[in-house]
Each structure stands twice: as structure tokens, then as C-alpha cells.
């Protein structure tokens, strides 16, 4: 049996962002959707919630929280978990995502390319907002020994994986950014300027800098994509 998983760690993002992403998931599968929380007000009675506290020390935001998630003992009965962060936009059937087979995997930022990769070596190239994993308790054991100096010399998760070589594979190319595109040519080697675009042909478009998906005008696509699920269940039949 396998599971999905979000985060819902402080007030970052209203319970919407948790009962959209829940709604969207269950068009594809009825596999349990689990969310991770300090705060279960206001999310769908369909999520499985299960308590997780936020910590207190230097340089500790709740991205820190995705590491706790592969220790925790809720989940060692599901065979495979597929992750989802809470800002994106499902916007294509994401049944492939769901099937994909991994120990552990993770976005590939095609849009930053060979050349960012070469000016920046300590800056990651793979990205944690959607993984697919079965077993890496390891990983939260050893983030675990010793995570108050981890979180305090790394800016993040995938930072922390990078220069240490803790390295997943990647997820196929299902994923684009809004501000990036999906080439180095919309954002890193155009002078940094967003692209904020829609691009119908991937399955899933990542928010994961400014602007916030309930930012956007009332009629984007992406934004009545995002929106429009939260009435889908009321009007088509679920597994």
C-alpha cells in the first residue's frame, strides 16, 4: 500500500493550500493522503492528519520538517510514499508521478542547466517539493544526531543533501517552475527576470518563491486550476 504527504508546519499557508492539493491528488488515486501538521483547523475530514511540532533553534523553518517525515512511524507500513509540497499546482494527470518507482527521488531543475551547475557547484540542482521514496529512515537518523548545527549551517534540506553527497535520482520531467520556466534560458541566463508562465504540457507547476498561488489574478489559468478542485469531489464521483 502506498501514501502521499504534505507539510503544514505554522501559518505559511491557509488550510486551503492543504484540501486543494488533497482534492487534486484524488482524482488520480484513493491512496490514504496524509498531512503532517501543528494545526489541523480547517482541513478536509478525508486528510489523515498526524501531528508534527515545529522546533525551536538558529536557523530552523519548517522545511527542516520534510526530513522528520522519513522517520516517522506512521508511515513504515505504507510500501511506497510520494511527497508533495504544498505550493504547486497540479494541472495534469499525475498518475505517472504516482507509479514512479524509486528508493528515493527527487525534482531535476532542468530549467537551471549545465552552466548554473558549473558556476554554482554548492548550490543544489535537485529539489525536494515532490519525492517518491520507500525507505530512507536513514537519513532522519542522521539528520537527527546532530540537527541543531545542521539547520544552523545550512539554508535547507536540499542544500544539506547536496554538499553532502546524500544524493536521490530524479523524477521524470514532469515538473516546471512559474518564476524559472523549464529552461535556463527563462530565468538563470535571461538576468533573472520571472517567466511566470503557464506551460500546459507538464503535470505539476512549482510556487516555490513569491508569488503565492492565492496571490494570483482570480481568472490565471493556474489559479482556477489550483481553485476549481475544491468543488471537484461535489461534482464527480471518487474511488
Not at 98 to 118: S, V, Y
Not at 125 to 140: F, G, P, Q, R, T
Amino acid at each position: 500500500m502506498n501514501c502521499i504527504i504534505c507539510l503544514k508546519i505554522g501559518d505559511a499557508y491557509s488550510p486551503d493550500y492543504v484540501n486543494n492539493l488533497y482534492k487534486a491528488v484524488r482524482k488520480y488515486t484513493d491512496n490514504d493522503f496524509i498531512c503532517f501538521t501543528d494545526d489541523s483547523t480547517g482541513i478536509d475530514p478525508g486528510v489523515i492528519c498526524h501531528t508534527m511540532l515545529p522546533r525551536s533553534s538558529e536557523g530552523w523553518w519548517p522545511t527542516w520538517s520534510k526530513i522528520e517525515i522519513f522517520g516517522r512511524e506512521e508511515l513504515r507500513w505504507y510500501d511506497k510514499k510520494v511527497y508533495f509540497d504544498l505550493d504547486m499546482v497540479i494541472q495534469g494527470d499525475i498518475t505517472p508521478i504516482l507509479n514512479h518507482d524509486a528508493d528515493w527521488a527527487m525534482i531535476r531543475c532542468k530549467w537551471k542547466g549545465i552552466k548554473f551547475r558549473i558556476d554554482r557547484p554548492n548550490v543544489p540542482y535537485l529539489n525536494s517539493s515532490c519525492m517518491v521514496w520507500k525507505d530512507i529512515s536513514w537519513i532522519y537518523k542522521k539528520w537527527e544526531s546532530d540537527w541543531r548545527s545542521i539547520v544552523k549551517n545550512y539554508i535547507g534540506t536540499d542544500v544539506w543533501y547536496h554538499r553532502n553527497k546524500i544524493t536521490a535520482t530524479c523524477l521524470p520531467d514532469f515538473f516546471y517552475s512559474y518564476r524559472e520556466g523549464d529552461r535556463p534560458s527563462h530565468y538563470w541566463e535571461n538576468d533573472c527576470q520571472p517567466h511566470f508562465e503557464y506551460m500546459p504540457d507538464y503535470l505539476v507547476c512549482l510556487f516555490h518563491q513569491e508569488p503565492n498561488i492565492h496571490e494570483l489574478d482570480y481568472e490565471h489559468v493556474l489559479y482556477k486550476t489550483w481553485n476549481d478542485t475544491l468543488w471537484y469531489l461535489q461534482t464527480v464521483p471518487c474511488f
